[in-house]
């Protein structure tokens, strides 16, 4: 895990997660179908893991771009697993996707970290402690 500065952090982060414009529409239909894809792997892998629906909950807010985001709320999901899983719905789609994870369970202090191209990325400036992935 490369945990880095707030700052290096928004600067990779921004740039995976904006909105591409222009894009022809049967390039944006291919993006939605991968979006839905990497949707529905990553309900199944990581559902392996949260044993409620209030332990995890992914977002299927989407725009033009080969971005997701997804949310931890309970400490069954706070282990090395959850990045393996998320690492391993990203491989069944053709392209690179960003996968941005909020970690906000009473047990563990807030964070939030991202995958892509396996490999994952952590805000230092946020409390949790992130060895608990590793």
């Not at 931890?72 to 990203?90: F, N, Q, R, V």
């Amino acid at each position: 895990m490369n945990i880095i500065s707030r700052k290096k952090y928004y600067s990779i982060y921004t740039e995976l997660a904006k909105a591409k414009s222009n894009v022809p529409i049967a390039e944006e239909e291919v993006i939605k179908s991968e979006f839905d894809q990497l949707s529905n792997l990553l309900q199944i892998n990581l559902g392996k893991l949260g044993e409620e629906e209030e332990d995890f909950m992914i977002s299927y807010d989407w725009n033009v771009c080969r971005h997701h985001s997804l949310g931890i709320y309970s400490g069954c999901m706070y282990c090395p697993e959850l990045i393996k899983m998320i690492h391993m719905s990203c491989l069944g789609t053709l392209k690179d996707w960003c996968v941005a994870v909020a970690c906000e369970s009473d047990e563990f202090e807030d964070g939030a970290f991202f995958c892509y191209r396996g490999e994952t990325f952590a805000n230092k400036n946020l409390e949790l402690d992130y060895s608990i992935f590793i």
